[in-house]
Protein backbone atom coordinates (compact mmCIF):
# COMPACT_ATOMS: atom_id res chain seq x y z
CA UNK A 1 0.00 0.00 0.00
CA UNK A 2 0.73 3.46 -0.65
CA UNK A 3 0.55 6.84 0.53
CA UNK A 4 -1.27 7.22 4.12
CA UNK A 5 -0.19 4.85 6.39
CA UNK A 6 -2.61 2.58 7.10
CA UNK A 7 -4.05 2.28 10.64
CA UNK A 8 -4.26 -1.07 11.17
CA UNK A 9 -4.64 -3.86 14.29
CA UNK A 10 -1.74 -6.52 14.48
CA UNK A 11 -4.09 -9.09 13.96
CA UNK A 12 -5.13 -7.64 10.64
CA UNK A 13 -1.52 -6.73 9.43
CA UNK A 14 -0.86 -8.70 5.96
CA UNK A 15 1.19 -12.00 6.86
CA UNK A 16 3.45 -12.38 3.50
CA UNK A 17 2.78 -15.35 1.82
CA UNK A 18 5.10 -17.09 -0.76
CA UNK A 19 2.95 -16.00 -3.35
CA UNK A 20 3.05 -12.19 -1.97
CA UNK A 21 6.74 -12.50 -1.66
CA UNK A 22 6.71 -13.14 -5.51
CA UNK A 23 4.71 -10.87 -6.18
CA UNK A 24 6.60 -7.77 -4.63
CA UNK A 25 8.99 -8.57 -7.20
CA UNK A 26 7.31 -6.97 -9.78
CA UNK A 27 5.32 -3.73 -10.68
CA UNK A 28 1.99 -3.34 -9.18
CA UNK A 29 -0.43 -3.64 -12.33
CA UNK A 30 -2.82 -1.23 -10.98
CA UNK A 31 -2.12 1.96 -8.81
CA UNK A 32 -4.35 3.92 -7.71
CA UNK A 33 -2.15 7.11 -5.80
CA UNK A 34 -3.88 9.86 -3.41
CA UNK A 35 -6.58 9.75 -5.22
CA UNK A 36 -9.59 11.95 -4.91
CA UNK A 37 -12.71 11.98 -6.11
CA UNK A 38 -15.26 14.72 -6.11
CA UNK A 39 -18.92 15.00 -8.00
CA UNK A 40 -19.78 18.83 -8.34
CA UNK A 41 -23.29 20.26 -9.03
CA UNK A 42 -23.78 23.94 -9.27
CA UNK A 43 -24.59 24.19 -5.87
CA UNK A 44 -21.86 22.19 -4.53
CA UNK A 45 -19.11 20.06 -4.44
CA UNK A 46 -19.68 16.39 -3.16
CA UNK A 47 -16.14 14.73 -1.83
CA UNK A 48 -16.70 11.08 -2.88
CA UNK A 49 -13.16 9.84 -1.80
CA UNK A 50 -10.25 11.38 -0.03
CA UNK A 51 -6.80 10.42 -1.15
CA UNK A 52 -7.02 7.05 -1.31
CA UNK A 53 -4.11 4.55 -2.15
CA UNK A 54 -3.06 1.00 -3.07
CA UNK A 55 -2.08 -0.95 -5.49
CA UNK A 56 -3.30 -3.86 -6.82
CA UNK A 57 -0.95 -6.99 -8.79
CA UNK A 58 -1.65 -9.11 -11.59
CA UNK A 59 -3.81 -11.95 -10.31
CA UNK A 60 -4.76 -10.14 -7.25
CA UNK A 61 -8.70 -10.84 -6.28
CA UNK A 62 -8.57 -6.95 -4.47
CA UNK A 63 -11.85 -5.87 -2.40
CA UNK A 64 -13.07 -2.63 -2.02
CA UNK A 65 -15.04 -3.25 1.32
CA UNK A 66 -16.96 -0.78 2.77
CA UNK A 67 -20.31 0.89 3.70
CA UNK A 68 -23.28 2.66 1.19
CA UNK A 69 -21.87 5.47 -0.18
CA UNK A 70 -18.22 5.54 0.68
CA UNK A 71 -17.12 6.43 -2.21
CA UNK A 72 -16.48 2.58 -3.96
CA UNK A 73 -18.87 2.99 -7.31
CA UNK A 74 -17.06 6.02 -7.81
CA UNK A 75 -13.74 4.83 -6.98
CA UNK A 76 -14.61 1.87 -10.07
CA UNK A 77 -15.41 4.37 -12.06
CA UNK A 78 -12.40 6.60 -11.88
CA UNK A 79 -10.32 2.99 -12.63
CA UNK A 80 -12.79 2.69 -15.83
CA UNK A 81 -11.82 5.96 -16.81
CA UNK A 82 -14.67 7.63 -16.35
CA UNK A 83 -14.07 10.04 -13.71
CA UNK A 84 -10.98 12.08 -13.37
CA UNK A 85 -9.20 12.65 -10.53
CA UNK A 86 -9.49 16.10 -8.62
CA UNK A 87 -6.10 14.65 -6.60
CA UNK A 88 -3.27 12.25 -7.30
CA UNK A 89 -3.52 9.62 -9.72
CA UNK A 90 -4.51 6.31 -11.45
CA UNK A 91 -2.25 4.04 -13.22
CA UNK A 92 -2.21 1.07 -15.12
CA UNK A 93 0.96 -0.16 -15.92
CA UNK A 94 2.63 2.33 -15.00
CA UNK A 95 0.51 4.69 -17.64
CA UNK A 96 -2.34 7.14 -16.68
CA UNK A 97 -5.67 6.13 -17.20
CA UNK A 98 -7.16 9.13 -18.65
CA UNK A 99 -9.89 7.71 -20.22
CA UNK A 100 -12.21 4.32 -20.93
CA UNK A 101 -10.46 1.47 -22.43
CA UNK A 102 -10.53 -1.99 -23.29
CA UNK A 103 -7.86 -3.09 -20.68
CA UNK A 104 -10.28 -2.28 -18.02
CA UNK A 105 -13.68 -4.02 -18.22
CA UNK A 106 -16.67 -3.58 -15.78
CA UNK A 107 -19.09 -5.27 -14.38
CA UNK A 108 -22.42 -3.96 -12.73
CA UNK A 109 -24.90 -5.04 -10.37
CA UNK A 110 -28.09 -4.69 -12.25
CA UNK A 111 -29.25 -7.49 -14.46
CA UNK A 112 -30.01 -4.94 -17.76
CA UNK A 113 -27.08 -4.44 -18.50
CA UNK A 114 -27.43 -6.60 -21.50
CA UNK A 115 -29.12 -5.09 -24.21
CA UNK A 116 -32.42 -7.47 -24.56
CA UNK A 117 -32.80 -7.65 -28.27
CA UNK A 118 -28.78 -9.38 -28.95
CA UNK A 119 -29.03 -12.88 -28.31
CA UNK A 120 -26.50 -14.00 -25.45
CA UNK A 121 -23.49 -14.71 -28.11
CA UNK A 122 -24.40 -11.59 -29.49
CA UNK A 123 -24.10 -9.22 -26.19
CA UNK A 124 -20.68 -11.32 -25.64
CA UNK A 125 -19.47 -10.48 -29.21
CA UNK A 126 -20.65 -6.92 -29.57
CA UNK A 127 -17.25 -5.29 -27.31
CA UNK A 128 -15.09 -7.44 -29.42
CA UNK A 129 -16.34 -6.17 -32.80
CA UNK A 130 -16.89 -2.47 -31.39
CA UNK A 131 -13.42 -2.25 -30.18
CA UNK A 132 -12.00 -3.84 -32.97
CA UNK A 133 -10.75 -6.44 -30.72
CA UNK A 134 -11.31 -9.14 -33.23
CA UNK A 135 -13.18 -9.83 -36.35
CA UNK A 136 -16.52 -11.85 -36.38
CA UNK A 137 -15.21 -15.52 -36.65
CA UNK A 138 -12.50 -14.92 -33.93
CA UNK A 139 -15.43 -13.05 -31.91
CA UNK A 140 -17.73 -15.71 -32.15
CA UNK A 141 -15.11 -18.55 -31.17
CA UNK A 142 -14.31 -16.53 -28.44
CA UNK A 143 -17.81 -15.66 -27.21
CA UNK A 144 -18.61 -19.47 -27.24
CA UNK A 145 -15.02 -20.27 -25.40
CA UNK A 146 -16.05 -18.20 -22.49
CA UNK A 147 -19.89 -18.76 -22.58
CA UNK A 148 -18.62 -22.13 -22.23
CA UNK A 149 -16.41 -21.15 -18.75
CA UNK A 150 -19.37 -19.81 -17.52
CA UNK A 151 -21.53 -22.66 -18.33
CA UNK A 152 -23.67 -20.88 -20.61
CA UNK A 153 -22.61 -22.68 -24.09
CA UNK A 154 -25.73 -24.24 -24.26
CA UNK A 155 -27.89 -20.51 -24.08
CA UNK A 156 -25.96 -19.16 -26.90
CA UNK A 157 -28.69 -18.35 -29.39
CA UNK A 158 -31.46 -17.38 -26.51
CA UNK A 159 -32.13 -13.88 -25.74
CA UNK A 160 -31.77 -12.27 -21.81
CA UNK A 161 -35.26 -12.03 -20.98
CA UNK A 162 -35.24 -16.00 -20.95
CA UNK A 163 -32.34 -16.20 -18.44
CA UNK A 164 -32.08 -15.56 -15.03
CA UNK A 165 -30.54 -13.50 -12.84
CA UNK A 166 -27.96 -15.09 -11.76
CA UNK A 167 -27.33 -16.04 -15.82
CA UNK A 168 -27.51 -13.07 -16.79
CA UNK A 169 -24.75 -12.06 -14.46
CA UNK A 170 -22.96 -15.07 -16.11
CA UNK A 171 -23.38 -13.72 -19.07
CA UNK A 172 -22.09 -10.13 -18.13
CA UNK A 173 -18.93 -11.79 -16.58
CA UNK A 174 -18.38 -13.95 -20.07
CA UNK A 175 -18.55 -10.30 -22.46
CA UNK A 176 -16.13 -8.52 -19.67
CA UNK A 177 -13.63 -11.83 -19.45
CA UNK A 178 -13.96 -12.40 -23.61
CA UNK A 179 -11.95 -8.68 -23.94
CA UNK A 180 -9.49 -10.09 -21.94
CA UNK A 181 -8.71 -7.24 -19.87
CA UNK A 182 -5.89 -6.04 -17.57
CA UNK A 183 -7.92 -5.59 -14.74
CA UNK A 184 -11.64 -7.02 -14.06
CA UNK A 185 -14.04 -4.46 -12.63
CA UNK A 186 -16.92 -5.86 -10.36
CA UNK A 187 -19.12 -3.59 -8.83
CA UNK A 188 -21.21 -5.18 -6.33
CA UNK A 189 -22.31 -7.62 -8.81
CA UNK A 190 -23.92 -10.01 -6.94
CA UNK A 191 -25.61 -7.69 -4.79
CA UNK A 192 -29.30 -7.84 -6.63
CA UNK A 193 -29.58 -12.21 -6.26
CA UNK A 194 -31.37 -14.16 -3.58
CA UNK A 195 -28.65 -15.69 -1.34
CA UNK A 196 -28.17 -19.58 -2.63
CA UNK A 197 -27.57 -17.99 -5.77
CA UNK A 198 -25.19 -15.17 -4.54
CA UNK A 199 -23.55 -17.77 -3.01
CA UNK A 200 -23.14 -19.86 -5.96
CA UNK A 201 -21.70 -17.15 -7.96
CA UNK A 202 -19.22 -16.62 -5.49
CA UNK A 203 -18.35 -20.11 -5.68
CA UNK A 204 -17.73 -19.87 -9.46
CA UNK A 205 -16.03 -16.97 -9.99
CA UNK A 206 -13.52 -18.00 -7.76
CA UNK A 207 -13.29 -21.24 -9.78
CA UNK A 208 -13.26 -19.14 -13.25
CA UNK A 209 -10.38 -16.93 -11.01
CA UNK A 210 -8.89 -20.57 -10.63
CA UNK A 211 -8.62 -21.22 -13.90
CA UNK A 212 -8.16 -17.87 -16.05
CA UNK A 213 -5.93 -15.72 -13.50
CA UNK A 214 -7.16 -12.77 -14.28
CA UNK A 215 -6.98 -9.35 -12.10
CA UNK A 216 -10.26 -8.73 -10.45
CA UNK A 217 -10.93 -5.25 -8.56
CA UNK A 218 -14.23 -6.11 -7.14
CA UNK A 219 -16.35 -3.59 -4.69
CA UNK A 220 -18.91 -5.25 -2.08
CA UNK A 221 -20.03 -3.83 1.15
CA UNK A 222 -20.66 -7.71 2.81
CA UNK A 223 -17.96 -8.43 4.85
CA UNK A 224 -18.77 -12.09 4.13
CA UNK A 225 -18.30 -11.29 0.64
CA UNK A 226 -15.42 -9.37 0.47
CA UNK A 227 -13.26 -12.51 2.65
CA UNK A 228 -14.74 -14.89 0.69
CA UNK A 229 -13.83 -13.02 -3.02
CA UNK A 230 -11.22 -11.42 -1.81
CA UNK A 231 -6.95 -12.39 -1.44
CA UNK A 232 -6.60 -8.62 -0.34
CA UNK A 233 -9.35 -6.79 1.61
CA UNK A 234 -9.11 -2.51 1.41
CA UNK A 235 -11.01 -1.38 3.99
CA UNK A 236 -12.95 2.16 3.69
CA UNK A 237 -14.10 4.66 6.14
CA UNK A 238 -17.85 6.16 5.36
CA UNK A 239 -17.90 9.30 3.33
CA UNK A 240 -15.65 10.65 2.06
CA UNK A 241 -14.16 7.38 1.38
CA UNK A 242 -10.56 6.93 2.88
CA UNK A 243 -8.23 3.79 3.67
CA UNK A 244 -8.67 2.31 6.90
CA UNK A 245 -6.74 -0.97 6.81
CA UNK A 246 -5.93 -3.53 4.11
CA UNK A 247 -6.82 -7.51 5.12
CA UNK A 248 -5.11 -10.53 4.31
CA UNK A 249 -8.05 -12.63 3.06
CA UNK A 250 -5.91 -14.95 1.09
CA UNK A 251 -6.81 -18.25 3.46
CA UNK A 252 -10.17 -17.74 3.66
CA UNK A 253 -12.76 -19.38 0.71
CA UNK A 254 -16.29 -20.47 1.00
CA UNK A 255 -15.30 -23.74 2.92
CA UNK A 256 -14.19 -21.44 5.48
CA UNK A 257 -17.49 -19.77 6.57
CA UNK A 258 -18.69 -20.11 9.75
CA UNK A 259 -15.06 -21.21 10.87
CA UNK A 260 -14.20 -19.47 13.93
CA UNK A 261 -11.12 -17.51 12.12
CA UNK A 262 -13.34 -16.13 9.48
CA UNK A 263 -16.10 -15.22 12.09
CA UNK A 264 -13.02 -13.55 13.95
CA UNK A 265 -11.90 -11.55 11.38
CA UNK A 266 -15.55 -10.66 9.91
CA UNK A 267 -16.11 -9.70 13.46
CA UNK A 268 -13.29 -7.13 13.96
CA UNK A 269 -13.70 -5.53 10.38
CA UNK A 270 -17.28 -5.15 11.54
CA UNK A 271 -16.21 -3.33 14.51
CA UNK A 272 -13.67 -1.27 12.84
CA UNK A 273 -16.25 0.06 10.61
CA UNK A 274 -18.33 0.18 13.27
CA UNK A 275 -16.19 2.33 15.19
CA UNK A 276 -15.61 4.65 12.12
CA UNK A 277 -19.18 5.44 11.91
CA UNK A 278 -19.56 5.68 15.47
CA UNK A 279 -16.46 8.45 15.68
CA UNK A 280 -18.31 10.54 13.02
CA UNK A 281 -21.53 10.61 14.90
CA UNK A 282 -19.77 11.69 18.11
CA UNK A 283 -17.63 14.92 16.10
N1 LIG B 1 -23.78 11.57 -9.72
C1 LIG B 1 -23.57 12.00 -8.47
N2 LIG B 1 -23.69 13.31 -8.15
C2 LIG B 1 -23.44 13.75 -6.90
N3 LIG B 1 -23.07 12.96 -5.88
C3 LIG B 1 -22.92 11.66 -6.14
C4 LIG B 1 -23.15 11.09 -7.43
N4 LIG B 1 -22.92 9.75 -7.39
C5 LIG B 1 -22.56 9.48 -6.12
N5 LIG B 1 -22.55 10.62 -5.36
C6 LIG B 1 -22.18 10.72 -3.95
O1 LIG B 1 -20.82 10.31 -3.81
C7 LIG B 1 -20.67 9.51 -2.65
C8 LIG B 1 -20.10 8.15 -3.03
O2 LIG B 1 -21.04 7.45 -3.84
P1 LIG B 1 -20.78 5.98 -4.38
O3 LIG B 1 -19.45 5.95 -5.03
O4 LIG B 1 -21.93 5.61 -5.21
O5 LIG B 1 -20.73 5.11 -3.04
P2 LIG B 1 -20.80 3.52 -2.84
O6 LIG B 1 -20.65 2.88 -4.17
O7 LIG B 1 -19.69 3.22 -1.90
O8 LIG B 1 -22.13 3.24 -2.22
C9 LIG B 1 -22.04 9.44 -1.99
O9 LIG B 1 -22.10 10.41 -0.99
C10 LIG B 1 -22.98 9.77 -3.09
O10 LIG B 1 -24.14 10.37 -2.60
MG1 LIG C 1 -21.94 1.61 -5.19
Redesign the pocket.
Known amino acids: MRGEPLASPPALTPTLSREREREQDTAPLLQVDGVSLE?R?PERV?R?THRVSFDVHAADRFVLL?P????????LKAVGGFIAPVEGEIRLDGQRVTQPGPDRIVVFQEFDQLPPWKTVKQNVMFPLLASRTLGKKEANERALHYLDKVGLAKFADVHPHQLSGGMKQRVAIARALAMQPRVLLMDEPFAALDALTRRKMQQELLELWDEVRFTLLF?THSIEEALVVGNRVALMSP?P?RMRAEVNSHGFSLASLGGAEFQGTAQRIHDMLFEEEHAEAVA
Open positions: YTVAGSGCGKSTLVHG
